[in-house]
C-alpha cells in the first residue's frame, strides 16, 4: 500500500507525468478513431429506420454520447479539481484545464445536434424546458472556467479560482441528468437506464454505445494531449523542459 | 444495404439536412479542436525552446 502511494504520487509530478502522456495519447486517439468508424458503419448501414421517427432519429447516435461526455467531462474536472484541494498536486490542474475545452465542445454539440432533432420532430429549434435550459448552463459553467482561468496570471491561483467554480458547477450535472424525471419536460426521458435496460432496438443501441465510448477515448486521448502543452508552459523554467526542447 | 440507393442514402428519408447538418457540424468541431491543441503544443514548445535558448546564449557571455 505504501509502495503504491508512492507510486501515485512519483506519476503526479510534471516530471514524469509529461512522458506518460505522450506514451498513452496515441493508443486512445487510435481507439477512438477505430470505435468512431464501428459506430458509424452500424449507425448508417445496418441499424433499421425507426418506426416513429423515419431517418431523421440517426442524429441521437451523436446526440446522446455528446450529452454523456459533456456531463461526465465536468465530473471529471471536478474530480480533479478535488484531488487539487486534497493533496495539492499541480498535475490536477492542468488536468482540469485540459478537459475544459473539450467538454465546451461536446456541449455545444449537444446543444447544436438537439436543435436539429428538435426542429423536425418537435417543430422547434429550442425550449426552455429543463433539461434544455440546464444543459445550456453547463455550457456556460465551463465557458465561465475558461474565461476565468486565462483571466488569472498566476496558474495556481487560476487553478484554485477554476477548480471552485468546477465543484460548485457539479451540481448542476444531477440537475441535467434527472431534469426528464423531476420536471414535465418536452425532452424524452432516458432511453437508457442501469436498472431498466434499453427501450431501443439492438443495434441502435451498439451504434450509440460505440459512439459513446468513441468519445469516451477521444476525450482522454485530447486531454492527455493538450496536458503536454500546458506542462511545457508551465514548467518552461525548469530544468527538465529544457532539455526536452533542447 | 438498407439503402436503395446512394441518393437514397444522402435524402435520409427527408431529414438529410437536420442528419448530416449534425454530423458535418460534429466533425468540424473535432478537426477544429485537433488542430487548435496542435498548435498549442507547438506553440508552448515554441516559447519554452527560446527560453532555453536565451538561457544558454546569456551563459555564454563571458
Known amino acids: 500500500m505504501e509502495h503504491l502511494r508512492i507510486r501515485w504520487f512519483q506519476w503526479a509530478a510534471p516530471q514524469s507525468f509529461y512522458p506518460l502522456a505522450g506514451k498513452l495519447w496515441p493508443p486512445f486517439a487510435a481507439v477512438a478513431a477505430i470505435l468512431a468508424f464501428a459506430a458509424l458503419y452500424l449507425g448508417f448501414f445496418v441499424a433499421p429506420t425507426d418506426f416513429q421517427q423515419g431517418e431523421g432519429y440517426r442524429i441521437i447516435f451523436v446526440h446522446v454520447p455528446a450529452s454523456w461526455m459533456s456531463m461526465i467531462i465536468y465530473l471529471a474536472m471536478a474530480f480533479w479539481a478535488f484531488l487539487g484541494f486534497t493533496f495539492n498536486t499541480r498535475i490536477s490542474g492542468m488536468m482540469t484545464q485540459a478537459l475544459a475545452p473539450t467538454g465546451a465542445m461536446f456541449t455545444f454539440l449537444s446543444l447544436w445536434t438537439g436543435a436539429l432533432w428538435g426542429k423536425p420532430m418537435w417543430g422547434t429549434w429550442w425550449v426552455w424546458d429543463a433539461r434544455l435550459t440546464s444543459e445550456l448552463i453547463l455550457f456556460f459553467l465551463y465557458m465561465g472556467y475558461i474565461a476565468l482561468t486565462s483571466a488569472i496570471d498566476d496558474p495556481r491561483r487560476a487553478d484554485r479560482a477554476g477548480g471552485l467554480l468546477a465543484l460548485v458547477g457539479a451540481v448542476n450535472v444531477p440537475i441535467i441528468y434527472f431534469s426528464v424525471k423531476w420536471w414535465n419536460t418536452l425532452h424524452q426521458g432516458a432511453s437508457v437506464s442501469v436498472t431498466k435496460g434499453s427501450s431501443m432496438a439492438q443495434t441502435m443501441l451498439w451504434a450509440m454505445l ?5 468519445f469516451w477515448a477521444y476525450s482522454i486521448a485530447m486531454a492527455l494531449y493538450r496536458v503536454r502543452g500546458i506542462i511545457l508552459q508551465r514548467e518552461r523554467h525548469a530544468r527538465w523542459v529544457q532539455a526536452v526542447v533542447a | 444495404m438498407i439503402w436503395e ?13 437536420y442528419v448530416w447538418g449534425s454530423y458535418a457540424v460534429v466533425l468540424i468541431c473535432l478537426l477544429l479542436e485537433i488542430w487548435l491543441a496542435h498548435a498549442g503544443q507547438r506553440a508552448s514548445m515554441q516559447t519554452a525552446r527560446e ?12
Open chain 1, 210 to 214: 460505440l459512439m459513446a465510448l468513441a
Open chain 2, 51 to 62: 527560453l532555453w535558448e536565451q538561457e544558454t546564449a546569456h551563459d555564454a557571455t563571458p
Open chain 2, 5 to 17: 440507393s446512394w441518393d437514397a442514402f444522402w435524402a435520409m428519408g427527408g431529414y438529410g439536412l
